[in-house]
């Protein structure tokens, strides 16, 4: 039996593709990078995504070209890509950033156009679907992780098309893994239940700052640090997970671990409480959708189509940053901002800058990643902080309307 099938069948049996257990989605995705693209190869993506995710690019030997944005939600603009850009890429990859879906329909009619693959990036969107087909099921390959929904820190998926490449990226995988360690098993088994002892002891505020005062986050900022002289010298190495190690496996460091039954049987268990997750996340996306910061496109989607279980509500915000510091007091300690954008972060000689990163800045200057879980409790801290929301800026480059982007696709369930 492959290592990790059990769990690969269950995550089979949710979208109907062949998966590939991995232990975690950014190990799924240098596989699929890996797979399908060669060195050298130029691949579209969000600026406004992990920095994470641009070191796995990276790593794969691949020069990432970002893409302008759609200000609503922070995923690719198909209609703002230019011809040019386009007649140069390689590869899509997508983000579906916050479990929002990217323009995938589009992105794969242009990708099928240009006979290029399309790498969909669904860390952040089991259960998002469109007009009820999974994101997951769209592109090429598509890479899940567990940390995100399941809270399980650890555990991801690679799903494709027939079982003959699922064999295939198999073996890439085991070649991949490092071996298990029973010390790391235990940590990766508890830390997540340490995690939910805080939350329900309401102990957020007095962890985080002890962790912020000792000096024990793995980033000062919202981004890691370049370190852009080593980076470089990686570079000569690439392809090469082993060269990138140090940027790719920074939040998981087990990222690429050979996790025994003790792991995997959790995981198993967290998987099977999946549907529980997702009706959760939708009652807490319901609730933030009917306040004044969320954007009115997802406003709109959810009152015509019911609220989807996303990752994270992006809600609009002023004074973002000083807001993220005085949730804390609030107990409420917010991920996965992306701020700057990869283009400003990296620069020109690690990323194809955006031929327009305006959207991209705003957005990602002025999102609040809002956990559907914590709904009541961060409505109520905005509430009181009388925190105003931010609306984009109108486009003045074009004469068309506010939305120039493409519009969102339908969140259909
Ligand atoms: C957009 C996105 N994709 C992929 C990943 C990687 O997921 P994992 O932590 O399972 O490797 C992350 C991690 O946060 C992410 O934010």
Not at 8 to 21: D, N, P, S
Not at 168 to 182: C, H, I, V
Not at 201 to 212: A, G, I, N, Y
Not at 269 to 276: N, Q, V, Y
Request: proline share 9%; glycine share 6%; charged share 25%.
């Amino acid at each position: 039996m492959p290592y990790g099938s059990r769990l690969a069948a269950m995550m089979t049996r949710r979208v109907g593709r062949e998966c590939v257990y991995t232990p975690s989605a950014r190990l799924a995705l240098y596989l699929a990078l890996r797979r399908w693209c060669r060195p050298g190869a130029r691949v579209l993506m969000s600026p406004v995504n992990d920095d994470v995710i641009l070191f796995v690019v990276l790593a794969a030997g691949l020069r990432p070209v970002q893409a302008p944005v759609s200000r609503w939600d922070g995923n690719i603009d198909p209609a703002a890509v230019p011809e040019s850009t386009w007649r140069g890429v390689d590869a899509v990859l997508t983000t579906n950033l916050y479990g929002i879906p990217d323009r995938v329909v589009e992105l794969r009619r242009r990708c099928d156009a240009l006979g290029i693959p399309l790498i969909e990036d669904a860390a952040h969107a089991i259960g998002t679907h469109i007009n009820g087909q999974p994101i997951g099921t769209f592109g090429t390959a598509a890479a899940f992780s567990l940390s995100k929904h399941v809270a399980a820190m650890a555990g991801g998926f690679l799903a494709v098309d027939d079982a003959r490449t699922r064999r295939e990226l198999e073996l890439l995988r085991d070649d991949l893994l490092t071996p298990r360690r029973l010390h790391a098993d235990l940590a990766t088994t508890l830390r997540p239940l340490a995690r939910s002892a805080v939350r329900t002891l309401h102990l957020v505020r007095p962890v985080w700052r002890t962790l912020q005062r000792l000096n024990l986050l793995e980033r000062d900022d919202f981004r890691m640090a370049l370190h852009a002289p080593r980076l470089a010298g990686s570079a000569r190495r690439a392809p090469s997970l082993a060269a990138y190690e140090p940027w790719v496996r920074v939040d998981l460091h087990g990222f690429r671990s050979r996790h025994g039954a003790l792991v995997r049987g959790q995981l198993e268990l967290r998987m099977a409480l999946l549907d529980g997750d997702l009706a959760r996340r939708r009652a807490g996306v319901q609730m933030l959708s009917d306040t004044t910061w969320a954007t009115p496109a997802l406003r709109e989607r959810t009152a015509h189509d019911g609220p989807p279980p996303l990752f994270r509500v992006p809600l609009l915000v002023h004074d973002r940053d000083t807001l993220l510091e005085r949730l804390v007091d609030h107990g409420v300690v917010t991920g996965y901002v992306y701020d700057p954008p990869l283009d400003d972060y990296a620069g020109a000689e690690f990323v194809e800058p955006s031929p327009d990163p305006s959207a991209a800045r705003w957005f990602a200057a002025h999102t609040l990643p809002a956990d559907p879980l914590l709904a009541r409790r961060i409505t109520d801290a905005l509430t009181r902080e009388r925190v105003p929301p931010a609306h984009p800026p109108r486009v003045t480059r074009t004469a068309e309307p506010d939305t120039t982007t493409t519009p969102p696709a339908p969140l259909g369930q």
